[in-house]
């Protein structure tokens, strides 16, 4: 799972879901009872969920990778506050994931809470899964992060990662995981073996298009600094460490630039 930096929506689309979150809230406020899986569904083949959906698109990248499982092409919008249960955010922007068929069905209309009520499932668009979730180089699974003090595993991590929830660590998903983690062992160790100026264009260019990028954020700046070869690279080479972080996605400028 990777962080993702969600974009602004353009100013018709943004008023388009407005436009039907008003319309939801007055029918429910005047006592009525919408179908809104139904209702869903037919706004959902309009025109005017095209600028909804590019903005998705654009906000997971060219690759078009589910917002959680980040293994499968994602193909449809999915809600983070599943809408049966908040019919109040169905239409909001924040409220907008694209996910791929396994994981949208998976998680359905599950949304865990915590006893505060606080949400348990991970958005990636407000939250660094890496303060939530650790990545097991031998077995391509995602584990939640344990409690330094208590040893308790972190709660957030802990349901996103349950297999009632999500399918995140089923043997297709974490093969690939393993797969783009050697590939970027070796693109490292090739480097380190020959720290040229050859090699660290070829590192570059494989680093751009590592399979999972958010693996390459793991490894050289949370627990994968500490395994060989990027421990290696990360005590002798900083600079290139810093330039190649700096070439991973980062937040979109603002939509307006704020007044002089």
Known sequence: MRRLFRPALDEAPEGWLKARQAELDAERASGMSPDVNKRWDSQRRTKEMGGVILALQQMVGPRVRCVWCVDSRAT??????????FPEVMFVWDNLLWSCPAC???????FPL????APLLLDPTRQDPWDHLVFEPDTGQLVPRLDPTTGAPDPVGAATCSPKLLP????????????????????????????DAEQERRLFARIEAAERPELVVWALLREGREIFPFSAFCATYPTNVASLLAQLPQPPPPRYAPPA
């Open 76 to 85: 449809d919008v999915e809600h983070y506050r599943p809408k049966a249960r």
């Open 104 to 110: 949208g069905r998976k998680k359905g209309a599950q």
């Open 114 to 117: 915590a006893a505060d009520g």
């Open 168 to 195: 995140l660590n089923v043997e297709a998903v974490t093969h690939g995981r393993r797969r783009a983690w050697w590939a970027l062992c070796e693109a490292v160790s090739d480097f380190l073996a020959r720290p």
